[in-house]
């Protein structure tokens, strides 16, 4: 009867234990921010530019940077005009494109807040958090290759892409297949044509880190089984 009673108490205790545990911040993946329950690995991939300016890309979280992916020329030999979109592409073994890396991993820590941040640009700021952009405007899109592909890449120089706002959560398609990301620099007159900048971004490993609290919690449960044993075993 003790025994039972006693097994009935720790169960009791095991499922208190596990309740402290502070809940995680949920994932998000767009305009609103960056952030994992896990500690998550990303491969991103350069995927081709049309902006004027020579510009890195880098991850930002509490005043820190670090550059992902970056040109070393503004466009590839031979687009560097307005008529040929400025073009840059990514290879490792040409002079004459606009990218040499072409791929970059990046670990986010579970529970903070990032953001992707282009630079230079022509206002001064381009971030994927709208919040962060002056008047909290959409500098970046989250959206299939797809949608690149038929919707983004066509547009003449100069013309905006109307659907922006549809494209401002890449969390579904980064937990899939992957989610390609544009930037839009402010240039050519704030064109919004989010083809500036474009990567696309994958997961590459997720590390499940138990919360100190449910560690806590398990060694009293460990503590309070052998405690239980001993007890009965005497």
């Not at 510009?55 to 466009?75: H, M």
């Not at 547009?155 to 579904?172: K, V």
Request: with cysteine; charged share 20%; net charge negative.
């Amino acid at each position: 009867m003790n025994f039972t009673r006693n097994l009935a108490a720790l169960g009791l205790f095991s499922a208190a234990a596990l309740a402290i545990a502070p809940n995680a911040q949920a994932a998000s993946f767009g305009t609103s921010g960056i952030s994992f329950d896990k500690d998550t690995t990303l491969e991103f991939t350069f995927q081709v530019s049309h902006g004027k300016f020579e510009s890195s890309l880098s991850a930002f979280q509490g005043g820190f940077s670090s550059v992902l992916l970056e040109e070393i020329d503004n466009a590839d030999d031979g687009f560097k005009s307005s008529a040929l979109k400025w073009k840059g592409t990514c290879d490792p073994d040409s002079a004459a494109a606009a990218v040499s890396v072409c791929t970059a991993q990046y670990t986010f820590d579970k529970d903070v807040l990032y953001s992707f941040r282009l630079s230079p640009s022509a206002i001064g700021l381009a971030s994927s958090t709208s919040s962060e952009n002056t008047g909290g405007q959409q500098r970046a899109i989250f959206a299939s290759q797809s949608v690149f592909e038929n919707d983004i890449f066509p547009l003449a120089d100069g013309e905006s892409f109307a659907n922006a706002a549809s494209y401002t959560d890449g969390l579904a398609l980064l937990m899939g297949e992957g989610v390609w990301i544009g930037f839009d620099d402010g240039g050519n007159g704030q064109d919004l044509d989010y083809q500036d900048f474009v990567v696309s971004a994958k997961i590459v490993d997720v590390k499940d880190v138990p919360e100190p609290a449910s560690v806590i919690g398990l060694m009293a449960i460990g503590a309070a089984a052998l405690k239980l044993r001993r007890r009965n075993d005497a």
